[in-house]
């Protein structure tokens, strides 16, 4: 952690990236990250890969879409990011800093960059950065606090997930205490939800599949179906939960089709790795959630492909 601090101190101008489709975490991060470099005299700008979803607009103030100019910098930092292919196009970027530091959270993280945090057993990059923030000194404000309290909630389902800790809630109890209204952001986060979308999910439930006694679910969402209901399949959110949920699953998959890829989440109930499974797609994660994509393939060949790939897990 010393380096990383070293290396922060050192910065006059940074980046800030984010994974491509950036969730609560990685968008919450990144801005409690802008905040404390902002403190510290240290002019930072987050560049995402692409508009920021709706859901997360309560957080995405001054975040801006990276589309080939950028400020001058000497540092990227690169938040909840577990290779260097999660950032897309921004991936060209890291060659022209001086310096790349990767924070993270994701068991199969590369470690790329010339310093890295990974701390795989923290629920969120969220609780990755309110640890270094402390060993940097910095004195939390209400600003800081919500966006970190945004990313941990975001990362463990509102502290529901087994990746929370007695750290997460210590923190958490920590990040209350600055006067943030907690019960506001899990309602964005979690309970504040698009009617299109909800009626998508409606009709997909009918459709749920079970293959292996119940043991592994799916959902998958064609452009078409998808066009059906007029929603951006991108922004489509918690979907897996819905193979999930039933009583049974072991492991929910959901498909998504976009536009050049399937992209494919894999949530574990169970003993189940499913960063394993991730990874043999190219992808990667948490042992009980990841993801990954698969090019050049229909959406019923993906789903083949890694219901094969769940038989050996369960
Ligand atoms: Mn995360």
Not at 57 to 75: K, L, S
Not at 100 to 110: A, M, Q
Not at 249 to 274: C, H, P
Not at 288 to 298: E, F, N, P, R
Request: hydrophobic share 40%; glycine share 8%; with cysteine.
């Amino acid at each position: 952690m010393e380096d990383i601090i070293k290396l922060i101190e050192k910065a006059k101008s940074a980046l800030i990236l984010p994974h491509i489709s950036a969730d609560g975490d990685a968008i919450g991060s990144c801005q409690a990250m802008r905040c404390v470099l902002s403190d510290m005299g240290i002019n930072a700008v987050i560049y995402a890969e692409e508009t920021v979803e709706e859901r997360l607009y309560f957080i995405a103030d001054g975040v801006r879409v990276y589309n080939g100019d950028t400020i001058d910098y000497d540092t990227c930092i690169v938040l909840d990011c577990g290779d260097e292919d999660r950032l897309g196009t921004r991936k060209e970027l890291l060659s022209k800093a001086k310096t790349v530091i990767n924070i993270d959270h994701h068991r199969t993280n590369t470690g790329f960059g010339d310093a890295s945090l990974v701390v795989s057993d923290a629920s969120a990059t969220g609780e990755v950065l309110f640890n270094l923030f402390r060993a940097m000194g910095v004195t939390l404000n209400s600003d800081i606090a919500g966006y970190l309290y945004t990313a941990i909630c975001s990362d463990t389902g509102g502290f529901a997930y087994s990746n929370v800790s007695q750290d997460t809630f210590k923190i958490a109890s920590e990040l209350v205490s600055h006067n943030i209204k907690h019960w506001e952001i899990s309602r964005l986060l979690f309970d504040c939800v698009d009617m299109k979308a909800e009626l998508l999910k409606a009709e997909i439930t009918k459709d749920i599949r079970s293959y292996y006694g119940g043991k592994v679910r799916t959902v998958v969402i064609s452009r078409e179906f998808a066009d059906k209901f007029n929603v951006d399949p991108k922004e489509l959110e918690g979907l897996v939960d819905l193979p999930r949920r039933i009583r049974g699953t072991e492991i929910a998959v959901a498909l998504k089709e976009l536009d050049d890829k399937i992209r494919i989440s894999l949530r574990s109930n169970g003993d189940s790795d499913v960063s394993e499974i991730a990874l043999k797609f190219g992808g990667g994660g948490h042992i009980k959630a990841a993801g990954c994509s698969i090019l050049d393939v229909t959406i019923d060949e993906a789903e083949k492909m890694v219901v094969d790939a769940c038989k050996g897990a369960i």
